[in-house]
């Protein structure tokens, strides 16, 4: 992942703003807004308008500004996240697969607490290798359930109702 030098920290800090950036640019495209637009909704101010995304690449941008532009352009987090970490292409955020795996991601948060709360003694986390064997089993299940529903939308038989 990143080292843990200063020079390798910062490093790896640009490419993320470069993939937010890249995030923010496709976002406002497919939502056919500009800067301009964005400056007079009062969501970024003038000053920031000149060149706005060198301002998101150099990270020289406030929390508050930064988080602005991603509620109005009512970016999700979790689907951001996963694009930074996992695909690395902005155009992933529109991704069926990326939607999926937030949605995914945010009810295993969701349902985890309380079954956890129904166990006894102290919660642990599970190894790496556990979890891939999760991911592949929810992957297949996810996989199957898209095969099906292609089935019945192709004038597939009544296999789902039997399932």
Known sequence: ??????DGVASRAHSVNQLYAALIREQMRLQNTSLRKLTDEGVIKESRRKKFFDKV????LTIDEFQRVLLHLKIDPIRAGLVLLCYESASSYEDPCCETTALVA????????????ACEGQFETIRQSLCDTIARKTSSAIAKHHMSLESRHNGGGFEHAYA
Do not use: I, K
């Open 1 to 6: 992942m990143c080292e843990g030098t200063e």
């Open 57 to 60: 690449e150099d990270g020289n």
């Open 106 to 117: 945010v009810a295993l948060a969701a349902r985890l607490p309380s079954e956890l709360a």
